[in-house]
């Protein structure tokens, strides 16, 4: 007599279906590429849509360090000027740059304070953020410059408070400026934040608060000194490529911890 092959059944209305795995519930391999596609088409159309700054290299001077806290760079004194660490913009107790030793009056206009060095290679539209404290006695205006061999320097923008007998001395200000556009894409890019005569004084520093003189004892405290950039179309698309191998180790991964019984949606054993 010739013996049938044991065949499993199919589950009968009423049996337990609980455990049973289907390949329905599970992504296809179509649906799985075209979400694929879907996320980078995605991530390969932000760059021209909505270029954004991002931060590229910042200073916040905690703990009494010339490190920056964020990216690359360097900073140094200029000029006649001596600095320690002192409190900062947020209250840390030496958590800004304490400039002391400006020229004295009547002399050496713009070569006196800190200098930040960087590079914007690969960026576009660089801008420069920062905190400045003015002491009573500190010139009342402030000079950014810029360079692309750290030789010649070009202003970029100038800042003078008007002397006041109250809120102008010993008060932190927030300056932001947009550096021109032959400052991105430099290698060894220069910033400098100098002290100036006061316009309108015939070439002399001017104190930062009214019924002040002005002293080369006087001090500018700085604190999270930031550039900014936009980086360049490549650089989005970089980016976007770490992404998508990042969701392609996913994927492969999750599809490793799939049974066979998963995969090809079998019905589990009786």
Not at 113 to 142: C, D, K, M, P, Y
Request: aromatic fraction near 10%.
């Amino acid at each position: 007599m010739n013996v049938l092959p044991n065949r499993k059944k199919p589950a009968a209305r009423g049996e337990d279906w609980g455990n049973m795995k289907s390949s329905a519930l599970l992504p296809s391999s179509s649906f799985c590429h075209l979400i694929f596609a879907w996320l980078a088409a995605s991530l390969l159309s932000i760059a021209p849509q909505g270029a954004a700054q991002i931060l590229i290299t910042r200073w916040d001077f905690n703990s009494g360090s010339l490190t920056p806290s964020f990216g690359l760079g360097e900073v140094r004194l200029v000029g006649s000027t001596s600095a320690t660490f002192a409190a900062g913009y947020d209250g840390e107790p030496s958590g800004a740059w304490n400039l002391k030793g400006f020229p004295t009056q009547g002399t050496q206009p713009g070569t006196a304070g800190a200098q930040f060095s960087l590079s914007t290679e690969g960026s576009s539209s660089v801008a420069l953020s920062f905190q400045i404290r003015h002491s009573n006695t500190s010139a009342n205006t402030e000079r950014v410059l810029w360079s692309s061999d750290g030789q010649v320097f070009t202003e970029a923008a100038r800042f003078t408070i008007t002397p006041a007998a109250t809120g102008t001395g010993e008060t932190w200000y927030q300056r932001s400026v947009d550096l021109p556009s032959s400052a991105a894409h430099q290698p060894n890019l220069a910033v400098r934040i100098v002290s100036d005569f006061d316009w309108g004084s015939e070439s002399r520093y001017m104190a930062s608060r009214l019924g002040s003189s002005y002293s080369t004892a006087g001090t500018w405290r700085l604190d999270n000194v930031s550039f900014s950039a936009v980086p360049e179309p490549e650089e989005y698309a970089a980016i976007s490529a770490l992404g998508l191998v990042g969701f392609g180790f996913w994927r492969r991964y999750k599809n490793n911890r799939q049974s066979p019984s998963e995969s090809e949606g079998t019905l589990p054993e009786e």
